[in-house]
Structures are given as C-alpha cells and as structure tokens.
C-alpha cells in the first residue's frame, strides 16, 4: 500500500496520527503533506501535483469534516482518491462494517454489527460497541469508548476518554470533551465537556485547597486551589 500512498493531514490535531501510519506503512516523510489551516484546502492542487508525477494515487485523509470535501476535490482533479487505513493491531469483529476511506487506529475495538462511516477516524485503544454507528469524518478518540447501540452523527468530534451510554445519539456536528461521561442525546452542533458539566456553586473561600474545581477533569491539569485563585466560570452543559 506504501507504494503508491501518501498522507494527507491537518496539523497539529492529526499530525501524530500521520506520523505513526506512516511508520506502520514505511510511507517516507516526504509524503506527508500538512495543511496548516481551513484556507489552504482551495489552494491544494499544486502541492498535490508533485506527489501525483510521482506515482503517489492514494491519500490517507486525515482532515476535519469542515474541509474534507474539498480535500477530496482537489484529489479527484489531480487523479487521486482518498483510502482508508486499518492498524494491523486492530481488533475488528467479522460483522462490522467499515467503510473504505475511514482510519481504524492501533488497538481500537470495532465490536459486531458496528459501522464506521467514510472518512471517519477510530483512534488507538478506542471501543466502539455492538451495533453502534459512527458518522461519516466522525472522530473518536484515544480510549474513548462507545456503548451499544450508540449513534453518532456526521462530522462529530468525541474527545479521548470520553465515555458514551448505551443507546445514545449525537446530532451532526457534535462534539464530546475529554473524560467527559455522557449519559443522554444532545443535538445537532451542540458541544459537552466534563469540565463544563456542572455549576459551579462556591467561591473559593468555601471550596477545599485540596480539591479541584471539577469533579471530573482538573483545570490545567493536576493543580490545588489555594484561597488566592479566582474562579470565574459560568458553567453550562451545552454550550452553543
């Protein structure tokens, strides 16, 4: 598949994704092609052009919902289509559908009866469990895991860690946080981050130094509060 691969990717969000296929499939490092930003999609076709004199026809796509089509145009008039890539460590059950163009990542876990649609990215040790679906250019992350019969829209983002209830739905455009445990359907373009998902009802004077902020995720990472930090965060659950 090397042979004739290359990669295209949006930096820095799938940067060490393309990185490791790369490995995985000895693709050389002059065949990865990074776009910095949304406005250099309308600008693709001559950087492609070089890639394309040299045999490369196939592209792993690595690129955000908002400017993957036209990443695949640009493709197309260049005589090359987007493929998919399936991690050789990768756990997929016979009766899962995965659709052609989408990236199943080291370790992940495609349960039966699951799909996957185009363009989608399933990131290392994520599960996705029985029957659930997964939209097209959809990304799920590291380690996030995905109940039964969970159905996630087109062009969803659900962070690593994040933990979806069985038989819930994401509306298209949805995004999930990191660590975030969402338990019930959110709609369409709305977005849930545990570090948002409860109010916050003290100040600091009544919060313990020894706890942090959010009972889920600490702000910053691990760090106490002490009485001279201010928090000043209005907390809400969807977040327009």
Do not use: N
Not at 68 to 91: N, V
Not at 157 to 179: C, F, K, N, Y
Not at 190 to 207: F, H
Request: aromatic residues 4%; charged residues 20%.
């Amino acid at each position: 598949m090397s042979d004739d691969s290359f990669i295209l990717f949006q930096a820095p969000d799938f940067e060490g994704v393309a990185w490791q296929i790369a490995e995985t499939l000895g693709i050389a490092p002059e065949r990865l092609v990074a776009l910095a930003g949304d406005a250099e999609a309308s600008a693709l076709r001559g950087r492609l052009d070089g890639l394309v004199a040299a045999g490369c026809r196939r592209a792993i796509l690595l690129v955000p919902a908002a400017i993957r089509a036209g990443c695949e145009q640009a493709l197309a008039a260049c005589g090359a289509e987007a493929t998919g890539y399936l991690d050789p460590q990768a756990t997929i059950a016979p009766s899962a559908a995965i659709a052609d163009t989408a990236v199943i990542m080291e370790k992940a876990a495609i349960a039966g009866r699951a799909r996957v649609g185009p363009g989608a990215l399933v990131d290392a040790f994520a599960i996705i469990g029985f029957g659930t679906e997964v939209g097209a250019a959809s990304w799920v992350g590291a380690a996030a895991t995905l109940g039964a019969s969970v159905r996630v829209g087109k062009g969803c983002r659900i962070g690593s860690g994040a933990t979806l209830s069985d038989g819930i739905s994401l509306g298209d455009g949805a995004m999930v946080g990191p660590a975030t445990a969402l338990a019930h359907a959110i709609p369409a373009g709305a977005k849930v981050d545990a570090m948002r998902s409860r109010p916050l009802t003290k100040t600091t004077d009544e919060i313990d130094g020894s706890l942090s902020v959010s009972p889920y995720r600490p702000i910053g990472g691990d760090i106490l509060l002490d009485d001279e930090m201010k928090v000043q965060m209005t907390r809400k659950y969807y977040e327009p």
